[in-house]
């Protein structure tokens, strides 16, 4: 397991962008990226394999946000743009252990977490 650190969240009006990151303590593998909104329970965002050459995104972010990542940096972004006020949640990084995963869309397949950080979307 690694230690994750988000940052990046804050309030930002509808139409308008953000970027996240999530810095690993160590190498890092398939990493994820999920949301919980207030009363609703924790859903799959995006993926990204260690290469970067495999990602994959919720339908409701696709062509909005992007994955990417800075394994030099041991470092994970996400990319939000056009931002929506139903994108309004808590927002967290996950990094999976070694092995086959490519690209992982079940909050199962990941042992590390991060603490969260705060997007707000107003309207």
């Known amino acids: 397991q690694v230690q994750l650190v988000e940052s990046g969240g804050g309030l930002v009006q509808a139409g308008g962008s953000l970027r996240l990151s999530c810095t690993a303590s160590?190498?890092?593998?398939?990493m994820g990226w999920f949301r919980q909104a207030p009363g609703k329970e924790r859903e799959f965002v995006a993926t990204i394999s260690r290469d970067s050459g495999n990602t994959y995104y919720a339908y409701s972010v696709k062509g909005r946000f992007t994955i990417s990542r800075d394994n030099a940096r041991n470092t994970v972004y996400l990319q939000m743009n056009s931002l929506k006020p139903e994108d309004t949640a808590v927002y967290y990084c996950?990094?999976?252990?070694?092995?086959?995963?490519?690209?992982?869309?079940?909050?199962?397949?990941?042992?590390?977490w991060g603490q969260g950080t705060q997007v707000t979307v107003s309207s």
């Open positions: 160590g190498r890092t593998y398939t």
């Open positions: 996950a990094a999976a252990p070694s092995g086959p995963l490519v690209l992982g869309t079940q909050a199962r397949y990941y042992d590390s």
